[in-house]
């Protein structure tokens, strides 16, 4: 077993090696999306923001959670833009998914590998796509994507960086703890054993061009001055493991019930699916998109790292 580990990290780090001279944002996103899942915390947005029945949103697409997230808080509009039609593509299939499918299915189909759930239910959730290019990608790609949908797109290749971290890693992932002061001090226990994983990670992602298949260009991974340890400090002693959604989701490969984003929430998801209508789609560039809305029509908007680019 070790020895295929290592056969497999050599292999990967030589395959981001030769691919490094021809991975690029516009070669990924020409043929799949890159987020199955967006990277925000809904929480600290609709803090943040303090979304309220008055809003019309902007925001941009990725995994398309973000979007459905906001839709907690019934805002009057939401325009979802994203220059990767495939983003778009999943954000429209969670839509109609959420249109046909109970909590449990949508649930069963997108965060616990239910491929089963996809295949009973693709002919009306196909059906129900709003554009020829999301229908055709979604009978080429849904089988395979439905395997395990939280390792799909380009940020399926996190799978790997799971499978070379040590068991003890994942342990304390998923344990659950009392308070901060208790979990950082367990991290603490296991920190040693980290360094030259993470020290690995750091060859994969910034020297072998692993952090585009990550969506980050190499401008803004140029702006990137920190190693992997120290964010793995950060969010392993600032932020509560227990319900971190989207740290679990990718140690683990899927979510349970009582951790999920807040719109796949029982408590949530039938007023979500009443507003679905709310989600105005756009395959173009922020900018673009403000010019062609109407002047002062947007209250709140929600950039994410767009500037960094």
């Known amino acids: 077993m070790q020895k295929l580990l290592i056969i497999t990290v050599l292999s990967l780090i030589l395959l981001l090696f030769i691919g490094n001279q021809f991975i690029n944002i516009e ?73 046909i499918l109970s909590q449990s299915q949508y649930y069963e189909m997108f965060f616990n590998n239910n491929q089963q759930i996809w295949l009973e239910n693709k002919t009306n959730i196909i059906a129900d796509l709003p554009t020829d290019g999301a229908k055709q990608f979604w009978r080429k790609n849904g089988d395979s994507i439905f395997k395990s949908f939280i390792y799909s797109g380009t940020c399926g290749y996190m ?12 342990v304390f992932m998923n344990k659950s703890y009392k308070d901060l002061e208790e979990q950082s001090r367990e991290y603490h226990k296991i920190r040693s054993k980290l360094i030259p994983y993470t020290n690995l990670i750091d060859i994969l992602l910034k020297s072998c061009g692993g952090l585009r298949l990550f969506g980050v260009p190499q401008s803004q991974g140029d702006l990137y001055d920190f190693s992997t340890i120290e964010f793995i400090d950060k969010f ?38 009443k507003q679905l209508h709310k989600i105005k789609i756009y395959t173009t560039s922020l900018q673009r998109c403000c010019e062609e809305l109407p002047v002062n029509s947007i209250s709140k908007a929600s950039l994410l790292d767009h500037m960094d680019w």
């Open 236 to 273: 392993c002693t600032t932020t509560m493991l227990n319900d971190n959604y989207f740290y679990k989701a990718y140690a683990n490969g899927k979510l349970e019930p009582d951790n999920l984003p807040e719109y796949c929430n029982e408590k949530n998801y039938l007023n979500v699916r």
């Open 159 to 170: 799978k790997y960086i799971v499978k070379i971290l040590p068991k003890e890693v994942i």
């Open 27 to 99: 070669t990924i996103i020409r043929n799949h999306y890159i987020y199955p899942m967006s990277w925000e915390d809904p929480r600290v947005d609709l803090e943040v923001l303090d979304i309220n029945r008055n809003d019309s949103l902007l925001c941009i697409t990725t995994g398309g959670d973000n979007v459905l997230n906001y839709l907690v808080e019934s805002p009057k509009i939401i325009h979802s833009v994203d220059f990767n039609i495939h983003q778009n593509f999943l954000l429209q299939v969670k839509i109609s998914s959420m249109k």
